[in-house]
């Protein structure tokens, strides 16, 4: 079965929503221009409650390693999702100065962006396919999809994820025409920008359940 991510929890009823709802990951984003950015405290005792079985996964945007040194020195996260510019050298360097799962976000809009694919499959442990916004300032969850298509056919030499726009009204069409083996999604269950609804979580993870 397809698995769920949910990203940009930063809430305890939220997240206990998604868990119970059977969400795989819950993301939580150490970007402070993001609605959905969480604060180190609340990250912290967040993750705490994340069970077994449950991978707590933390986005950041182009971090230094001071930063990234404060946040997974303090919090216990299951793997690190990179959704800035870091070329292939730096995401093998953070995998090995962390020695946890590191996933890389490739951002789509046409086929000319697959090209630096390969580059990423050889060191990242997940590859996440998100859609390009149109603003350069936002890297992500701006519920803006990409032609799916584009992924079609193809095979990835490591586990993925499908993000961009998803929500409980094109899910199951995006499952129809894609195999990923995850569903990332932010602001397709949110009911205010950064602000997430637990009925929309509940039946975005039930309509991936029947897809």
């Not at 793997?79 to 800035?84: C, D, V």
């Amino acid at each position: 079965m397809t698995e769920v991510k949910i990203c940009g929890i930063s809430e305890p009823h939220s997240l206990e929503v998604a868990i119970k709802a059977g969400a795989r990951f819950i993301g939580f984003v150490f970007y402070p221009p993001s609605p959905r950015a969480i604060s180190f405290e609340t990250a912290y005792q967040l993750a705490r409650t994340v069970p077994t079985g449950v991978r707590s996964v933390g986005l950041f945007v182009n971090p230094a390693d001071d930063f990234l040194d404060y946040t997974l020195g303090g919090i216990g996260l299951d793997m690190i999702q990179l959704h800035g510019d870091e070329p292939p050298e730096r995401v093998a360097a953070i995998k090995s100065r962390y020695n946890i799962d590191v996933m890389k976000a490739i951002r789509v809009a046409g086929p000319e962006d697959l090209k630096i694919l390969e580059n990423f499959e050889d060191v990242a442990d997940w590859i996440l396919f998100d859609s390009k916004p149109a603003q350069a300032d936002l890297p992500g969850g701006t519920g803006e999809s990409f032609d799916w298509n584009i992924l079609s056919g193809r095979h990835f030499k490591k586990p993925w994820m499908l993000g961009g726009g998803l929500d409980v009204s094109n899910v199951t069409q995006a499952l129809s025409t894609l195999n990923p083996n995850a569903i990332d999604v932010s602001s397709g269950v949110e009911k205010a920008r950064g602000v997430k609804d637990p009925n929309k979580i509940n039946a975005f993870i039930q309509a991936v359940k029947k897809a």
